[in-house]
């Protein structure tokens, strides 16, 4: 297991930047499944970006062509660049990882899971 925190969120306005970082302890999450997803009140948690141990990434729609997911392995950070922020990239962004031995989709609470960082786009 590896033990996630992220951060960089924070106040932006529409068409602006900002980068998140997930700080990864415990394991190597070069060895793992990595991904970021979101969350606003009321609503399920929406995939946003996914990075395999062997670099494929994947985006949702909403995202391509915005945001640039990425992993620095030798310091064992995860990233999200986000470019040309909109209103409805509002959310709490969340980190997660999932170990090579698991059987659990990306997306499940068994896996890995940071605190949440807060973006606000306005």
């Known amino acids: 297991h590896v033990q996630l925190v992220e951060s960089g969120g924070g106040s932006v306005q529409v068409g602006g930047s900002l980068r998140l970082s997930c700080v990864a302890s415990?394991?190597?999450?070069?060895?793992?499944?990595m991904g970021w997803f979101r969350q606003i009140p009321d609503k399920e948690r929406e995939g946003v970006a996914g990075i395999e141990s062997d670099g494929t990434t994947s985006y949702a729609d909403s995202v391509k062509g915005r945001f640039t997911i990425s992993q620095d392995s030798a310091k064992n950070i995860l990233y999200l660049q986000m470019d040309s922020l909109k209103p409805e990239d509002t959310a709490v962004y969340y980190c997660?990882?999932?170990?090579?031995?698991?059987?659990?989709?990306?997306?499940?609470?068994?896996?890995?899971w940071g605190q949440g960082t807060q973006v606000t786009v306005s």
């Open positions: 997660a990882g999932r170990a090579p031995y698991s059987d659990y989709a990306l997306d499940d609470p068994n896996n890995d």
């Open positions: 415990g394991d190597t999450i070069g060895r793992y499944c």
